[in-house]
């Protein structure tokens, strides 16, 4: 059993500490045809402190300018009447800003599916017009809250390499997995590698290949669910030349590539059955044919095969053969996802954090305590993979040595001020509540009405009527 | 609990057959097409391309109702268009039926369907070709040649605007006079002829200037610039845009949000070619600013996010350069607008060569599905095939690579496109050396 990861934290850096007063630099910019004058005299007099710096734009095209040319902690953006495009539009265009600046927006009488939106988008606020003092102060404030953090050292990791991969963690399942991994790799039976997406599952391969008798081989891998269902026979088996229009040269297919190595069939749940049978034949006979060639050509591979789908479940539905299922699932090895890994989500920032750091020549020795927070809050739908984007992309962004909030994606800042967490009038209306539930079960759905319906327990016909109200 | 999962787009698209009727269907499919997050995050999620997304069924059958509407509103749009014709017939009006059918065409172009408008576009023609007054004669044939022009048609389009531009002289028509020789400009810059481009152009340029026409000065003058940059006169190219620039601002910005877009957009362009990245990038976001004041024109959103996206790519910010094309796809898909959806695969493809990754050719067999099965277009399809030989040529697949540039040679010499034709040839060159 591992001691949980301890982060301690570490001399203020460059950005105030907890404490500190913070000047906010705020640009307002007016909607079409309107003024900022009036926003930026209202901003003037209500949090005239001395720790606000305000400027304006007069229109978008100058906005864009002014966030080219200098550094912003906000934008307070009047939308005109088309605000869920503008919406889109500001947020797209705060990527590319310098130093990410937070967005308030203000519209007139904004629904709630904008609000939702907004949310979803990382937006600070959305107020309505016309503008209330109280309403804008609390905004600043929580401004001036993300604002100020606190660095704290990244821990040291020790991966197992995997050629250019690698295998992170100390939690208990990944220790499991080791074992397992360990005590198959030096077999050559055939292996089903499930998990979640982003799990990690081609590194698992990848482990078991250099492990094992196959390593001085090839490690081919073909992800079955990329490849056009008709292209993907002859990406595995090859092709003669004019088997079919675009053949146009003799093709050596993957398994033939793989000789005498692995080969790893991601996403196998994807392929059609017909392609699952020729598999199948492939893994008995250790044979295979080109399409359009009549030659029997012998194959030795190992063969290691991964899904993020319930096999058995796609057997039961007619999608999977179960004879090819046993013939894969010789041994099995289940990945966890990041969020059963608990601390291993710290060494694995740091792991990533050193790793695109000196990819992109940057010094990066620590991450803010707010941008833990927020990668521990977030639920890691893409598991690792999603964590090293993020990490990826906010290296890339960071000019300075700690990672912050800021350099998060929007997706993960929006999730620290949503609507429930404000500090005050912090209860919702009972719409408020409905209109987030409903959204939260839509997306849940990929926005099927029919299902939605199902789960929230009322007739699509009510379901529709409530999302037009809302917004949604 | 959450019912049967979507149908590949590539699936549902396989069961519809090629009818003119299913073609607004089609487009509805593809516009709610959307992958589910799980797809986004899995290992193939980098390749995800249209025919990888998924549509429920009970989605599709729930917004069928908007599709309805927009048929019939279209369809009403130009019924009334052809009653309004007939009306002007009855009351002897003959420019009023031409004005009437001209108008049915332009709606027909607004929703892409370009063969349609070419056929109102026809019997205006013949309506006018009977008139006295050969004016409306002169906006029809222009009306034409741009509609040739959309469907590559080079040839048939010059003609038309050769015709119109002569009949507008004889009628001291200047403004047909100019519009004509813009779209002889347009014609030839298509086909790479930038001695007759350049002619035209600045013909039209002068007779713009006469008539103190500041919004067409500045076209043009961005298409001399465009032209400029084409046959790398830099310095000119430079020169015009500021020009073009100067002379919307001097007409009223408001009014010509769409084509400051375009000018910083081209000037974006010329900025990427002396290598000016930040200044290049800039160029593009503020571009976007002046687009999203301007209505709603997918078209030209995109050509702007192409553009950023091949800087980035040619940067080598390949992370910048996937998220914007990501972002345009979900444009392109959101607005049906196919063409560029299959401009947006070959670059995905491009940016997966630039990591070598053989996987990319997806991206490419996507683009070649797109402009072959739901929405043709030869141009396209040419430099499909031009990036995918190159693609193959990366990777060391020379014969592949032969054969796709062999592929794009014979359909940019089937348009006329010389200077591309030329490009295509020099890498079949070096490939065999």
Known sequence: ??????????????????????????????????????????????????????????????????????????????????????????????????????????????????????????????LSLPLRREELVRALERVRSVVSETAVPLPLVEPHAVGPYALVGQSPAMLD?????????????????????????????????????????????????AIPENLLESELFGHEKGAFTGAVTRKIGRFEQAGNGTLFLDEIADMSLALQAKILRAVQEREIERVGGSETIPVDVRLI????????????????????????????????????????????TAYYVRLFAERYRKKIHAISDRALELLRAHAWVGNVRELRNVIERAVIVATDETLRAEHLPDELRGEETTLADRPQGGLLTLAEAEARHIARVLAHTNGQIGAAAEILGIHRNTLTRKMKEYGL | MTGPPPVRVEKALALMPELEALTPLRALLVSIARPDEATVWSSSGPYLTLGKRGVHPDELRRRMPQAFQRITEHLQALFKGYVEALECQQRGDAPGVVVA?????????????????????????????????????????????????????????????????????????????????????????????????????????????????????????????????????????????????????????????????????????????????????????????????????????????????????????????????????????????????????????????????????????????????????????????????????????????????????ELFDSLGEAVERERVEAELRALSA
């Open chain 1, 305 to 348: 095969a991964a899904t993020n789908r319930d096999l058995k479940e796609a057997i039961k539905q007619g999608r999977f053969r179960e004879d090819l299922y046993y013939r894969l699932a010789v041994v099995t090895i289940r990945l966890p996802t990041l969020m059963e890994r608990g601390d291993d989500l710290v060494l694995l």
């Open chain 2, 101 to 409: 059918l001209l108008r049915a065409g332009r709606l027909e172009e607004q929703v892409g369907r370009h063969t349609q408008a070419r056929n109102w576009y026809e019997v205006a023609l013949r309506v006018a070709e009977a008139l006295q007054d050969r004016r409306p004669e002169v906006e029809v044939l222009r009306a034409l040649g741009y509609v040739c022009l959309a469907l590559g048609e080079y040839a048939a389009g010059a003609r038309h605007f050769q015709r119109s531009l002569a009949l507008a002289e004889a009628e001291f028509d200047q403004a047909g006079a100019t519009a004509a020789s813009e779209g002889l400009g347009d014609v030839a810059l298509a086909q790479g002829q930038w001695g007759g481009a350049q002619a035209w152009y600045s013909r039209g340029l002068r007779l713009a200037e006469a008539a103190s026409d500041a919004p067409r000065a500045g076209r043009l003058e961005r298409q001399l610039g465009v032209l400029a940059r084409k046959q790398r006169d830099l310095a000119a190219a430079g020169e015009f845009l500021r020009r073009a620039r100067e002379r919307f601002e001097v007409a009223g910005v408001a009014d010509e949000a769409d084509e400051m877009a375009r000018v910083l957009n081209e000037q974006g362009r010329l900025d990427a070619q002396l290598g000016r990245y930040t200044a290049a990038s800039a160029a593009y976001r503020e571009a976007l600013a002046w687009a999203q004041r301007a209505p709603r024109d997918a078209r030209l959103e995109l050509s702007i996010r192409l553009n950023l996206a091949e800087l980035d790519l040619e940067a080598g910010r390949l992370l910048e350069a996937e998220a914007e094309l990501r972002r345009a796809e979900q444009v392109a898909i959101g607005g049906h607008v196919i063409r560029p959806l299959a401009q947006i695969y070959t670059l995905m493809g491009r940016l997966r060569g630039a990591q070598e990754d053989e996987t990319g050719f997806v991206f490419f067999e996507q683009a070649l599905e797109l402009v072959k099965a739901v929405e043709r277009s030869v141009a396209t399809e040419a430099q499909v095939y031009h990036a995918y030989g190159l693609f193959r040529g990366r990777l060391g697949q020379q014969d592949e690579a032969r054969a796709y540039l062999e592929r794009a040679r």
């Open chain 1, 177 to 225: 997995v080791y074992k397992l991994l360990a005590r198959v790799a030096g077999s050559a039976a055939t292996v089903l590698v499930q998990g979640e997406s982003g799990t990690g599952k081609e590194v698992a391969a990848r482990a078991i290949h250099v492990n094992g008798p196959h390593a001085s081989g090839a490690f081919v891998a073909v992800n079955c669910a």
């Open chain 1, 1 to 126: 059993m591992n001691s949980p990861v301890r982060m301690e934290p570490s001399a203020p850096s460059a950005a105030p500490g907890r404490g500190e007063v913070a000047l906010l630099r705020i640009l307002v910019v007016a909607g079409e045809g309107g003024s900022a004058g009036g926003l930026l005299q209202n901003l003037r007099q209500w949090a005239d402190d001395g720790r606000l710096e305000v400027d304006t734009a007069p229109d978008l095209p100058r906005a864009v300018r002014q966030l080219a040319g200098q550094r912003w902690d906000v934008v307070l953006a009047v939308l005109s009447n088309h605000a869920d495009d503008d919406l889109a539009w500001w947020v797209d265009t705060l990527r590319g800003a310098t130093g990410s600046p937070r967005l308030i927006a203000v519209a007139q009488a904004p629904s709630m599916g904008l609000v939702l939106r907004a949310e979803k988008s990382g937006v600070l606020d959305v």
